[in-house]
């Protein structure tokens, strides 16, 4: 359709590769050999619930902009009150996409600008956002989202999606799973078979964060579903290990840990139990911040240690300042934009994690950032060492393409190509998971012909790499099997 507007820049062919015409045309090639392989997504935050009832996109506003705090927190900052981001009695999903669309040139050269220029030209098949054509843009959406072909089922079959994990809460009964891998067995479901697995992610940190004002309550439940009648940290570990098993029996392959900062201890047994006894007595208000710092630390080892025993891949996302702006959480609640990043240190941070478990046979941690000084001093020495740690892909506010390429400079000399996770699009926009997918590919093809051209690797190598990092990368850290016939 691409109405409104003469063909957008992300229509190009040549989107993301090197302005230099020799390695430009060696990107060609080797983007060429990956460009349609299919999509391993092994960390995201897309609700199952989508997929099992496919359940149909309504319109832009809701589908672009009012989930997404990269689009609501750069509005914001250009002036756009939130109120006019939040659907409301006063404010509908029309009146949201209009104040986006006014604010569209801000997005110039951003992530997001790119990312929502790919899913309009390339997935929907419509123009780009203007103030003046946002009433008629918004119409078309709606009109194309109304075509079966553009329900989440189908899209995820276009979308060539071979594995797509999703972020579960550890009492999740795990039913929606249970019915999307029913369906994909012939028992059932809406629809054709979704072709691709989707698969649940184990995030413990309600139970673990112990400076949370809900940390005792889900504590007590936890124990209460899963400890098999032990009671204290003895039924707190029982629990959180059988809630592990049940993942696992329902397809997990990774347990997710989104900490503030790394930091680990290795505590004694009857010093772990004492410090779990007494702040889950204590109210939020008395609990000693030492005593919660411990405790939570020590608990990033005993997971380590689960996994160990469980085989789930473990990854780490530290490093973000939740909630900056206190007045605007008050009023909206999390994940409302002003989420922001802070320096990390791992070296010493993961050490008494590292030196019990580092060089354990089958364990792997996955490291992330947000603070990517720590790239080439901290994390390529990692796991340029040992075995079990694995570089995770560039994550919030680095899921970019100019980050995902100094990610890929600043740490392959030191660890090399086999030391990363492939890519991880951690998104919740379904949409955008094709488009990112794609900018990565992209991206890496222009990293290796750079190398290629400058006769650092020949283009031989450069094909074998780029065809691991997009499929047996993913599939080597992450444990995850082809499909019988793939």
Not at 158 to 181: E, K, S, Y
Request: aromatic share 8%; charged share 25%; hydrophobic share 45%.
């Amino acid at each position: 359709m691409t109405t409104h507007h003469d063909l957008p820049a992300i229509a190009d062919p040549d989107r993301l590769f090197p302005a230099d015409p020799a390695t430009r045309a060696v990107a060609r090639e080797l983007f060429a050999l990956v460009e349609n392989a299919p999509i391993l997504s092994p960390h995201g935050h897309v609700d199952p619930r989508l997929l099992a009832d496919d359940v149909p996109f309504t319109d832009a506003a809701t589908l672009l902009v009012t989930p997404d705090h990269y689009v609501t927190r750069l509005l914001h900052a250009n002036g756009v009150a939130m109120d006019r981001l939040r659907l409301s009695a006063d404010t509908s999903p029309r009146d949201v996409w209009r104040a986006f669309c006014a604010g569209w040139p801000a997005f110039a050269g951003t992530a997001s600008g790119y990312w929502i220029a790919c899913e309009l030209h390339h997935v929907l098949g419509v123009g780009q956002p203007s103030e003046k054509h946002a009433d008629a843009l918004f119409d078309e959406i709606a009109e194309v989202l109304a075509d079966p072909d553009h329900r989440p089922r189908s899209l995820f079959r276009r979308f060539g999606i071979d594995v797509l994990a999703t972020t579960d809460d550890p009492l999740d009964p795990l039913d929606t799973h249970a019915r999307l891998a029913a369906a994909e067995d012939g028992a059932g479901g809406p629809g054709a078979p979704l072709g691709g697995r989707v698969i649940p992610t184990f995030r413990p940190d309600r139970y673990l964060a112990a400076g949370t004002p809900d940390w005792s309550a889900a504590v007590d439940e936890l124990i209460a579903v899963a400890g098999e009648g032990h009671t204290g940290y003895a039924g707190y570990l029982t629990a959180l290990a059988n809630r592990r098993a049940h993942f696992v029996a329902h397809g997990a392959v990774s347990a997710d840990h989104g900490v503030a900062t790394p930091e680990t201890l290795d505590l004694e047994p009857a010093r772990a139990r004492e410090l779990f006894d007494r702040l889950r007595v204590a109210e939020v208000a008395e609990r000693d911040p030492a005593d919660v710092a411990a405790f939570e630390q020590h608990m990033l080892v005993e997971m380590a240690r689960m996994s160990v025993d469980d085989g789930l891949v473990m990854t780490l996302h530290p490093g973000i300042h939740r909630n900056h702006h206190p007045a605007t959480f008050a009023a909206y609640g999390p994940d409302t934009g002003h989420d922001i990043p802070v320096r990390t240190d791992f070296t010493r941070a993961l050490r008494p994690l590292l030196s019990r478990f580092g060089t354990e046979p089958g364990f792997h941690l996955v490291l992330f950032t947000t603070d990517e000084t720590t790239f080439s001093r901290e994390l390529a020495p990692l796991a340029g060492f040992y075995p079990s740690v694995y570089l995770g892909a560039p994550w919030w506010f680095l899921d970019s393409p100019y980050a995902i390429r100094r990610f890929r400079e600043a740490v392959t000399e030191t660890a090399g190509f086999t030391r990363s996770s492939g890519f991880v699009d951690d998104t919740r926009a379904f949409l955008s998971i094709p488009v990112r997918h794609d900018a990565a590919r992209r991206v890496e093809a222009a990293v290796l012909a750079r190398l290629v051209t400058e006769h650092r690797i020949t283009q031989s190598q450069a094909a074998g790499i780029i065809v691991d990092l997009v499929d047996a990368a993913p599939r080597r850290v992450f444990k995850l099997p082809r499909r019988p016939g793939a």
